[in-house]
């Protein structure tokens, strides 16, 4: 479990992208312990990560979290949740993410962008959902819209693959200011062109 405060900033672009499924090929890159999301008193089911995908084929990026019991808002984080990929790239030294935050009385955001020191850039709008019967977010972009940080190109190594859970604090309407519950990260890299069960 790692604890730490981000705040989310940028401009907003719009992206259109469906994500695919592939059961046969492979999948949970990452897997982690369930109980382990403590954000007050106790662990969070709705943001307690029990495992998670990310892949890239050199034209879309798509992640899956899923979660022990997903909900929009808990008596622990009840201005929302954020649920988050962050993955390195070669050629920038910064993380990259998807960031998928759920509202109070709101539409929920879906972000991309880069992190900076524990700011969260958002270079714009992601594709995706919160799928409440299934416990996860799956959400997805175009490589391209990453292109001034990163290529993703086919055979490139990501690194540092890390799915986070997060409590939603201050604003709802603003909904920017987050605090780490859960962390689990990948035993390898993810490398762009590998089918995956979220992105053939």
Not at 56 to 71: M, T
Request: with cysteine.
């Amino acid at each position: 479990m790692k604890i730490r405060a981000a705040v989310l900033t940028g401009t907003i672009v719009l992206a259109t992208l469906a994500t695919s499924s592939h059961a046969e090929a492979p999948c949970n890159i990452i897997k982690d312990d369930k109980g382990d999301a403590e954000v007050l008193t106790s662990s969070d089911d709705a943001m307690d990560i029990v495992s998670a995908d990310l892949a890239a084929n050199g034209k879309e990026v798509a992640a899956v979290i899923r979660v022990v019991k997903l909900k929009k808002t808990t008596d622990q984080s009840p201005f929302g949740i954020a649920l988050t990929m962050l993955w390195t790239a070669p050629g920038f030294d910064k993380p990259l993410f998807m960031r998928g935050t759920t509202t109070v009385g709101g539409a929920d955001t879906l972000k991309y962008g880069y992190q900076d020191g524990n700011r969260l850039i958002s270079l714009g709008d992601a594709i995706g959902t919160f799928d409440l019967d299934k416990s996860e977010l799956r959400i997805s972009t175009f490589t391209k819209n990453f292109a001034a940080q990163a290529k993703l190109a086919s055979a490139d190594k990501l690194t540092a693959v890390t799915a986070e859970g997060a409590a939603i604090y201050g604003s709802p309407a603003a909904a920017t200011l987050s605090l780490a519950a859960d962390s689990a990260a990948a035993k390898a890299p993810v490398v762009v062109g590998t089918e995956s069960c979220i992105l053939k």
